[in-house]
């Protein structure tokens, strides 16, 4: 038997990381979106992105970048829009942006980690620690 590249198994949480409320696109995602949906980039843009801009006096804080929208969500408040709410998957999984093919940028899950912790002393395989 092969041992696992990575510490942590995408099928059995239900989507935390898609919930992060800033997921950032750049212009090359924003591309491969519109490719994905074969629309063009701007209807891209403005149907499934929103510019976020948080300003403080301190200068190292002022953010300025293009996230993915967000929708409702039954367990988390809201989630990224591609995420399918039951089935808790990528809906766009060959067009999904630079930083979700990317994450967890490592062999572990800080979630996914935490997870497994609560489900082995919840006792209970499902759990899912509320938001
Ligand atoms: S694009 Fe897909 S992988 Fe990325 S946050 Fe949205 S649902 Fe999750």
Redesign the pocket.
């Known amino acids: 038997m092969t041992k696992s590249k990575v510490d942590y198994n995408c099928s059995k949480c239900p989507?935390y990381?898609?919930t992060?409320p800033r997921?950032v696109v750049t212009d090359k995602d924003i591309a491969r979106l519109a490719n994905h949906f074969g629309i063009s980039e701007d209807a891209a843009r403005l149907r499934y992105t929103r510019q976020y801009e948080f300003e403080s006096d301190d200068p190292d804080e002022y953010v300025n970048e293009r996230i993915?929208k967000h929708r409702k969500d039954h367990i988390y408040k809201t989630?990224?829009?591609?995420?399918d709410p039951e089935a808790r998957r990528?809906?766009?999984?060959e067009g999904?942006?630079s930083?979700?093919r990317e994450f967890p940028n490592g062999k572990k899950c800080g979630y996914y980690g935490f997870l497994k912790f609560e489900r082995k002393h919840q006792d209970d395989k499902e759990f899912i620690p509320s938001a």
């Open positions: 989507g990381c898609c992060y997921i993915l989630s990224c829009m591609f995420l990528c809906t766009i999984y999904r942006p930083v979700c």
